[in-house]
T-cell receptor
């Protein structure tokens, strides 16, 4: 099993839609989680950090389910500018290394 | 000026050549990472370093070596480049937690390497 797994998509949604992605992780020692956003051919940038059960920032909500070892990202009221690839990264508590999922691509259509 | 600078930004080379990608940072972070990105495979960790004397293998270290010459510099070498090392390479830095968010990575703009 891969350390971090994401559905690559693409998820094609209309503007205004609500969309959710899941990310499963295998290392139960992971304590912190991060969602990064990557635009085409650009470097990833941090979107959101999750240290407990979840986090909310405007239209973006991250929820952590430790029992099932997955973290989700919910985007409400999708905008065209949300089109990007979203990368999940658990912080491995016992090694400190950061392993990325392969990313989920979102395309928001007018 | 960028906080994390990678050089070169683009490089085309031939099979068997030695290549070095350099990364320097002005963020004062002690942790540095090298990733490669291939279409459909996301970012894969090559090597990482938590201090000047600390080097750790990542997911795909075979065929690569690194050097942490100073806290601010972390270079990646391909001793004998091969075509399947054609990829986009990213350097990243992270704070260890003394002042910033542990785990927040700051990336360079990437180095696109093509091996013919």
């Amino acid at each position: 099993r891969k350390e971090v797994e994401q559905d690559p998509g693409p998820f094609n949604v209309p503007e205004g839609a609500t969309v959710a992605f899941n990310c499963t992780y295998s290392n139960s020692a992971s304590q912190s989680f991060f969602w990064y956003r990557q635009d085409c051919r650009k470097e990833p940038k941090l979107l959101m950090s999750v240290y407990s059960s979840g986090n909310e920032d405007g239209r973006f909500t991250a929820q952590l389910n430790r029992a099932s070892q997955y973290i989700s990202l919910l985007i409400r009221d999708s905008k065209l500018s949300d089109s990007a690839t979203y990368l999940c990264v658990p912080l491995s508590g016992n090694t400190g290394k950061l392993i990325f999922g392969q990313g989920t691509t979102l395309q928001v259509k007018p | 000026d960028a906080d994390v600078t990678q050089t070169p930004r683009n490089r085309i080379t031939k099979t068997g050549k030695r290549i070095m990608l350099e990364c320097s940072q002005t963020k004062g972070h002690d942790r540095m990472y090298w990733y490669r990105q291939d279409p459909g495979l996301g970012l894969r960790l090559i090597y990482y370093s938590f201090d000047v004397k600390d080097i750790n293998k990542g997911e795909i270290s075979d065929g690569y070596s690194v050097s942490r010459q100073a806290q601010a510099k972390f270079s990646l070498s391909l001793e004998s480049a091969i075509p399947n090392q054609t990829a986009l390479y990213f350097c990243a830095t992270s704070d260890s937690g003394t002042g910033g968010v542990v785990g927040e990575l700051f990336f360079g703009e990437g180095s696109r390497l093509t091996v013919l």
